[in-house]
């Protein structure tokens, strides 16, 4: 019964390689964001899509694409891996009103070797 | 400068202390204030919300937020080593979903 899901949970690739994250979230919200978070724990928003519709790109390399194909969904495509894209990235999302809470999925981890 | 900065530790206290997790912002068009809570590869979870200067406490946790100062902090009393996890400030501007974290502290309770 899980709320926001990701897959796969790991994702270890060879440098220029495209590979792809699936977000799924069963909560009716509207909006739902890609961050990452990097070896020091930092955590920076990349993407947010409402409705399906992008609002927020954070001068995120044009290799990443991210698309949502209903509101429940957003999936993460990366070309050329690079070494630098090794991360964790989460998937979140919120609904309307309530505190701002914006839901976390459980994390991919990719290592670019 | 990063727009909110919080000191990423590790910090270590025996079971039972108070601890006190801290961070500084220097846009003052921050409105929402919040804590999360990340178990060792795990998603954030928020732990405590916040919308004006002043406390807000939810059992043994308190948040302070002191909008003059651009300074924000949780409490946790009686700590556990339950409570053992990296905690995350994070911010958001009004009109805006965008969420702004800070890096994190890595707080650990010793049994």
């Known amino acids: 019964d899980t709320a926001v899901s990701q897959t796969p949970k790991y994702l270890v690739t060879q440098m220029g390689n495209d590979k792809s994250i699936k977000c799924e979230q069963n909560?009716?919200?509207?909006?739902m964001y890609w961050y990452k978070q990097d070896s020091k724990k930092f955590l920076k928003i990349m993407f947010s899509?409402?409705?399906?519709?992008?609002?927020i790109n954070e001068t995120v390399p044009n290799r990443f694409s991210p698309k949502s194909p209903d509101k429940a969904h957003l999936n993460l495509h990366i070309n050329s891996l690079e070494l630098g894209d090794s991360a964790v990235y989460f998937c979140?999302?919120?609904?309307?009103?309530?505190?701002?809470?914006?839901?976390f999925g459980p994390g991919t981890r990719l290592t670019v070797l | 400068q990063k727009e909110v900065e919080q000191d990423p530790g590790p910090l270590s206290v025996p079971e039972g202390a108070i601890v006190s997790l801290n961070c500084t912002y220097s846009n003052s068009a921050f409105q929402y204030f919040m804590w999360y809570r990340q178990y060792s590869r795990k998603g954030p979870e928020l732990l405590m919300y916040t919308y004006s200067s002043g406390n807000k406490e939810d059992g043994r946790f308190t948040a302070q937020v002191d909008k003059s100062s651009k300074y924000i902090s949780l409490f946790i009393r009686d700590s556990q080593p339950s409570d053992s996890a990296t905690y995350l400030c994070?911010?958001?501007?009004?009109?805006?979903?965008?969420?702004?974290f800070g890096q994190g502290t890595r707080l650990t309770i010793n049994p």
């Open positions: 909560l009716g919200h509207d909006t």
């Open positions: 979140a999302s919120h609904g309307r009103g309530g505190h701002n809470e914006q839901f």
């Open positions: 899509y409402n409705n399906k519709e992008l609002i």
């Open positions: 994070a911010m958001i501007p009004g009109g805006a979903q965008k969420l702004v």
